[in-house]
Each structure stands twice: as structure tokens, then as C-alpha cells.
């Protein structure tokens, strides 16, 4: 166990600095995140894919292994966003079934939230 670790270790030490290689899903949802906290620090017209791929530790050719363009990255943004709330509201609506008040509440609460 502690050859692996030191294994591990020394390669790590090889690869730092160098581009991170991640599954492809896993990256996809990297990206994603960086772009949401790109497109809340300078909003959509100072968006940089170059930055987001940056704050990934990726080449700047790599959001184009994803997205089409730009805007086919923003737009993915905002349905990975919006994935996320029904994820949620559905979960709210397992905890609470009965329609009514507290649902409504729930409802609301986790909205803000989310948004914050």
C-alpha cells in the first residue's frame, strides 16, 4: 500500500504543470462549473472559454471537445442550470407529496437558495 501511495506520489510529481487528462463526463462537468462562476464574475459578454478551460487546468481547445461554440457553451449553462432545479423540485416533491402550504414553501425557500 505505501509503494502505491509513493507510485502515486511521483506521478503527480510528473504531471504537475502538464495538461489534466479527466473522464470526459467529468470534465464536461468541470467545464460546466467553471463557466458558471465565468459567467457570474463577468457576465455573458466578457465570457472567455479560454479562461474557463484555464480554471480547469485544460487546453483552450478543449471546451470546443464539448461544445459547438460559445453560445452553444452558455446555452448548455443554462440547461445544466436548470437540470439541477428539477432535480431538486422533484426531490421536494418526494419529501413532500401532499400538494398544499408547506410543499409551496419548500418550494419557495429551495428556490431562493438555489439562486443565491
Known amino acids: 500500500?505505501?509503494?502505491?501511495?509513493e507510485i502515486l506520489e511521483s506521478y503527480a510529481d510528473l504531471m504537475e504543470g502538464e495538461e489534466r487528462?479527466?473522464?470526459?463526463?467529468?470534465?464536461?462537468?468541470?467545464?460546466?462549473?467553471?463557466?458558471i462562476s465565468e459567467l457570474e464574475a463577468r457576465g455573458p459578454s466578457g465570457f472567455s472559454l479560454r479562461r474557463v478551460?484555464?480554471?480547469?487546468?485544460?487546453s483552450?481547445?478543449?471546451p470546443y471537445k464539448h461544445f459547438a461554440s460559445k453560445e452553444a457553451f452558455i446555452a448548455a449553462?443554462?440547461?445544466?442550470?436548470?437540470?439541477?432545479w428539477e432535480l431538486l423540485e422533484s426531490h421536494i416533491c418526494t419529501v413532500c407529496p401532499k400538494p398544499g402550504t408547506?410543499?409551496?414553501?419548500?418550494?419557495c425557500l429551495a428556490d431562493i437558495r438555489f439562486w443565491i
Open 21 to 35: 487528462v479527466l473522464p470526459q463526463t467529468e470534465l464536461r462537468e468541470e467545464l460546466l462549473l467553471a463557466g
Open 1 to 5: 500500500m505505501a509503494k502505491e501511495k
Open 77 to 84: 449553462i443554462l440547461a445544466y442550470i436548470h437540470e439541477k
Open 53 to 58: 478551460a484555464a480554471a480547469c487546468g485544460v
Open 102 to 107: 408547506a410543499r409551496l414553501a419548500e418550494l
Open 60 to 62: 483552450c481547445a478543449a
